[in-house]
């Protein structure tokens, strides 16, 4: 379950602990009040994220800590892992920022500064070994495996559904429905079938050997690169670039 633990109540944290919620994933931006009410663009939202993330540690749920990296706070990462760690956090999840809904290209943090992050992580685990990490970011290659609609269904606070996190910002073209109109089991047998098959029409996509597993790539890069539904562009065939930053999801264990 993903959450920004802003709502989350010590009522709410027993609740989800009292129905078998064992782990959480938060997503936090800064450990910097001011620069984490910027970033999410509600004045106090980092007062009510951490009374949050402490109730869910209260009650004895594990954090799984998600941070978005961006140029707004690629700069404070390390001391954001430091501090949250002091926090009790000992697993983190780094994700560079997607351009979907109000994130966009120009938010992206160059190659240089993520390279310059993984020598800080690389400290940071020589001095806290108990600390778990990955990083993941988007570069032109062989595309990611969408598990959407396949092995996994996201459930949005309108009560849309859907493939991904990010998808929300495209759910009028990838919306399984709404779980206000029928059941999510409902939703789950018949919503997600165009994701369970070939996802395009496209020859080279048609005639590619990996096209069992892939299905044609992830939707939501076509969206996002040409506002259509198409062949995954940040797939080496389609593209014809390979190892650019932007596109395919490379995860990197440290």
């Known amino acids: 379950m993903f959450t920004r633990a802003t709502l989350i109540t010590y009522e709410k944290a027993k609740k989800l602990r009292s129905v078998g919620i064992d782990t959480l994933q938060v ?61 009790g956090i000992k697993s983190f999840g780094l994700e560079v920022v997607v351009p979907v809904g109000r994130a966009d290209f120009d938010i992206l943090p160059t190659e240089q ?47 849309e559904t859907g493939p ?14 709404n779980i206000y109109n029928e059941s999510l089991k409902d939703i789950w047998k018949d919503g997600p079938a165009f994701f369970r098959n070939m996802r395009n029409n496209d020859e080279r996509c048609l005639s590619c050997d990996a096209k069992s597993t892939c299905l044609g790539g992830c939707i939501l890069n076509s969206l996002i690169l040409t506002k259509k539904i198409e062949a995954d562009p940040m797939c080496k065939n389609i593209s014809n670039k390979e190892g650019d930053l932007f596109p395919a999801i490379e995860t990197v264990y440290i």
């Open 27 to 87: 997503t936090v931006d800064s450990h910097i009040p001011s620069q984490y009410d910027s970033i999410v663009g509600v004045k106090g939202s980092f007062n009510r994220m951490y009374r949050g993330l402490y109730y869910i540690q209260n009650v004895g749920i594990n954090v799984f800590l998600k941070m978005i990296i961006s140029k707004q706070n690629i700069e404070n990462i390390s001391e954001s892992i430091k501090f949250f760690r002091d926090a």
């Open 113 to 159: 500064q993520i390279d310059r992050l993984k020598e800080e992580i690389s400290e940071i685990t020589s001095l806290y070994p108990d600390l778990e990490f990955n990083l993941t970011y988007l570069k032109y290659g062989t595309p990611k495996q969408c598990a959407g609609g396949i092995t996994s269904i996201f459930v949005y606070a309108d009560g």
């Open 164 to 177: 991904c996190d990010k998808a929300h910002a495209f759910r009028k073209q990838l919306s399984f429905g």
